[in-house]
C-alpha cells in the first residue's frame, strides 16, 4: 500500500512512526506546509502532486475540519484513491455525499478513529448490526471532559480550575467549545447512530448539553445521592417509523456503574443488541498512539478488500425525542428538582429554565438505578 499522509500533527506524526514497523505500508508523500527534513519520503504542499501520483493507492487524512479536507478526500477518491480519515466533523457534514462518492468510484472509506480514539467502536457496531438489531448506543465519548469532570469528583475543584488543568496538559483547547458544550460527542454519536441503524441523521437536530454549567457544589449533591457526573451521548431506535432519538447530556450513575469508575481522558461506549444483549467497550478515547492504532487498522481493512464503507444503508433520518422517557434531573437558581419526561420536554424545559438562570442544569439520570433523591 503507498499511503499519502495529509496533515503532521499529533495523529500523523505518531501514525507515520507506527506504519514504519510495517513493510508493507509505504508512506510515499506527506502533505505540509512546512519542509520536514527529518522524513525519508516526498513532503509537499501541493495537494495536485498527490492526485497526479497513481502509484498513491490511499490517502490517509488527519488535518481536521471541514476545508480543506474534503476538497482533499473527494478529489482522491475521483482519482481512484481509497480514503482514511480520522475527521468526525467532515465526516458529519458530508456523510450521505461521501459514502455516496466512495461507492460511485468503487474505492473504500474508513472512519474508525472519528469515534472512540483508540477503542475500535465503530467497526464494532458495523459487526454487530451485520448480524443483530441494534436498539440503542451510549457512552463517554469525549475525553477532555471525562478527564475534568474525573477531576471535580475526585479533587472538589470547580469547573473552572480544571478546564485551566486540561488545557495546561494539552487535553483541552484554547477554545474549549466543542469538548466542553457536547459538540464534539455529539458528531461521535452521529457516526455512531448512522452505522447502528443504518440511517442518516442530522448533527444539528440533535440536542446537547455540555458540562460548563456543572459546579463543584453540583458535584458534592450528586455525591450525597450516591451519584457520580458523566457526560453521556446516546442514541435509540424511536418508537416513530424512521427517526431515532439522539441527545447528548450529562448523566448521574450510579457509583456502582463502569461508567462511574471510568476516569481520566478514558472512553466507555456501549450498544445493546436484540439478542446479544449489552456489550461495553473501553480505553483510551484520545491520545496519538490510541488514535494512531485505529487509522492503521483502517488501512490494513482496506488492504484486506474491506467494502466501500461499513455499511451501504444511510436512510435520511428524524431525531424524535417524544418518547425517549427517563428520569432527569432539573436546577434552577439553586434549587435541584427530580422529574420524569421524555427528552424532548427535558430539553425544552432547560432552555426555558436558561431563559431565567443563564446557569442552569439538566442531567439524565441513567437506567441502571433508580435512587430516590
Known amino acids: ?48 502532486e498527490i492526485v497526479r501520483d497513481g502509484s498513491i493507492d490511499t490517502v490517509v487524512e488527519v488535518i481536521g475540519g471541514v476545508e480543506p479536507a474534503y476538497s482533499y478526500i473527494t478529489a482522491a477518491m475521483r482519482a481512484g484513491k481509497h480514503v482514511v480519515t480520522a475527521n468526525k466533523q467532515l465526516m458529519c457534514a458530508h456523510y450521505e455525499d461521501l459514502l455516496s462518492l466512495a461507492k460511485e468510484c468503487g474505492v473504500r ?48 475543584a470547580d469547573y473552572g480550575a480544571v478546564l485551566r488543568e486540561a488545557q495546561a496538559l494539552g487535553y483541552a483547547e484554547a477554545d474549549p467549545t466543542a469538548d466542553v458544550e457536547g459538540l464534539d ?67 448521574l450513575f450510579p457509583v456502582s456503574a463502569p461508567e462511574a469508575h471510568t476516569d ?44 466501500s464503507y461499513y455499511t451501504d444503508k444511510a436512510a435520511p433520518c428524524a431525531v424524535d425525542n417524544s418518547t425517549a422517557a427517563s428520569r432527569w434531573l432539573f436546577r434552577r437558581n439553586g434549587q435541584y428538582e427530580f422529574a420524569e419526561c421524555s427528552a424532548e420536554e427535558a430539553f425544552a424545559r432547560c432552555d426555558a429554565d436558561l431563559q431565567s438562570d443563564p446557569c442552569a442544569l439538566l442531567a439524565r439520570v441513567a437506567d441502571t438505578d433508580q435512587k430516590e433523591e
Not at 499511503?3 to 513493510?23: N, W
Open 185 to 251: 460527542a455529539r458528531r461521535k454519536l452521529v457516526l455512531s447512530a448512522n452505522l447502528a441503524f443504518g440511517v442518516s441523521v442530522q448533527e444539528a437536530d440533535i440536542p446537547c448539553v455540555g458540562i460548563s454549567h456543572i459546579t463543584a457544589a453540583d458535584i458534592d449533591k450528586a455525591k450525597e445521592w450516591g451519584y457520580t457526573f458523566k457526560l453521556i451521548a446516546r442514541a435509540e431506535r424511536a418508537q416513530r417509523a424512521g427517526a431515532v432519538a439522539a441527545f447528548v447530556c450529562p448523566t
Open 264 to 307: 481520566g481522558t478514558g472512553n466507555l461506549v456501549s450498544l445493546y443488541a436484540r439478542r446479544i444483549g449489552k456489550q461495553s467497550f473501553s480505553g483510551a478515547g484520545a491520545g496519538g498512539f490510541p488514535t494512531a492504532s485505529n487509522v492503521l487498522a483502517d488501512c490494513f481493512a482496506v488492504m484486506a478488500g474491506c467494502e
Open 109 to 156: 472509506l474508513r472512519c474508525t478513529a472519528a469515534a472512540g480514539g483508540g477503542i475500535p467502536w465503530l467497526t464494532s457496531l458495523a459487526r454487530v448490526e451485520k448480524m443483530d438489531e441494534i436498539d440503542a448506543v451510549e457512552g463517554i465519548l469525549n475525553g477532555t471532559t471525562n478527564f475534568m469532570l474525573s477531576a471535580m469528583t475526585a479533587n472538589g
Open 1 to 48: 500500500m503507498n499511503i499519502a499522509l495529509l496533515g503532521f500533527g499529533t495523529v500523523g506524526s505518531h501514525f507515520y512512526k507506527m506504519a514504519q514497523e510495517h513493510s508493507e505500508l509505504n508512506i510515499s508523500a506527506v502533505l505540509s506546509r512546512r519542509p520536514r527534513p527529518e522524513l525519508a519520503c516526498t513532503v509537499t504542499a501541493d495537494f495536485d
